[in-house]
């Protein structure tokens, strides 16, 4: 296995109570994420997945533990990680183009403009915006502005793409195309990503390994699950597959059940946050045969 590029280590969040005491919102969550791989946490609300996004982006601060990037303790933002918001989070008074040439110019301030314009319509044009590349937010749709922090964030070719929710806000057609073009995209250039979703299907198309969060307080990292899907699996078709429904199954189980008994099925027995369970889902038919 090759090195982490980014290594989540024993983190916890804990906010002090009115009264007295402590919540711990999570704790003891550890995760190591390698070149290339693209992962999906998912857990219910307020367990404490934006928390972690933010941590690793360097927007906040853990109470115990720590996100080490090279050997090191990150200490704050950087723009080898690129976040995408669940809305667009675009300067209104930009076009298109200025607001990914302004984030690029941060990225490389001797580049000259026109060398910067060039860069910022290659990756417009990869988000399918190239006629739109002069427009203001407030002519764009909800689609289309988030195809620009897209590409605002693909634009500046950082190590890691941080992603919190961002397809939420749009209709299900508008979702279901940029999700195949954000997987087509990812994959081409072997991306790494941290996605927070609360969609499994989504989950399933994008990731190559989905991270299962109890409910909170206490949240933990319950299991790892590894998208038994193959590489080429596509929105319109992945429901064929004979893998689709195991493992469609075992994470709506998870959501609907084992994240909010896991700390009762656990008690008692082993539980190592290090190593916490890897789950292949596949047939029973399958398992069967081997
Ligand atoms: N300043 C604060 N004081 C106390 N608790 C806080 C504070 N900020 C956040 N929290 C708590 O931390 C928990 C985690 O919040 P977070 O936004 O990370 O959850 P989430 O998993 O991203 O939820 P969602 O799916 O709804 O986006 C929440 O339960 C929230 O109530
Ligand atoms: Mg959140």
New binding site residues.
């Given amino acids: 296995m090759t090195k982490p590029l980014i290594s989540v280590e024993a983190l916890a969040?804990r906010?002090p109570k009115r009264g007295g005491g402590e919540?711990t919102?999570f704790e003891d969550i550890w995760l190591p994420i390698h070149p290339g791989e693209f992962v999906c946490l998912i857990?219910?609300?307020?367990?404490?997945?934006?928390?972690?996004l933010n941590v690793l982006a360097g927007l906040d601060r853990p109470t115990d533990g720590a996100v080490i990037v090279d050997g090191r303790e990150i200490s704050g933002p950087s723009l080898d990680r690129a976040v995408i918001f669940q809305g667009h989070s675009l300067l209104p008074w930009m076009t298109a183009l200025e607001n990914v040439a302004f984030a690029v110019s941060s990225r490389h301030p001797e580049w000259s403009r026109e060398k910067v314009r060039e860069h910022c319509r290659f990756y417009l044009n990869l988000v399918h915006l190239s006629g739109a590349e002069d427009k203001k937010p407030s002519e764009l749709s909800g689609g289309m502005k988030q195809r620009v922090g897209i590409a605002r964030a693909l634009a500046i070719e950082p190590k890691m793409l941080l992603m919190d929710?961002p397809f939420s806000a749009l209709d299900a057609l508008t979702r279901g195309s940029l999700q195949d073009e954000v997987r087509r995209i990812c994959t081409e250039t072997r991306q790494t990503v941290f996605m927070?979703t609360?969609d499994i299907d989504e989950a399933m198309l994008l990731a190559d390994r989905i991270v299962l969060m109890t409910n909170?307080p206490q949240a933990k990292i319950a299991e790892v699950v590894e998208n038994t899907l193959p590489p080429d699996r596509r929105p319109a078709t992945m429901h064929k597959h004979p893998n689709y429904y195991p493992l469609r199954n075992h994470l709506l189980d998870f959501l609907v059940t084992r994240s909010k008994t896991f700390a009762q099925d656990i008690a008692g027995k082993p539980y190592d946050p290090r190593k916490v369970p890897v789950v292949r889902p596949v047939p029973a038919e399958a398992l069967a045969a081997v």
């Fill in positions: 969040k906010y919540t919102v857990g219910h609300s307020g367990c404490g997945k934006t928390t972690i929710e927070i609360h909170g």
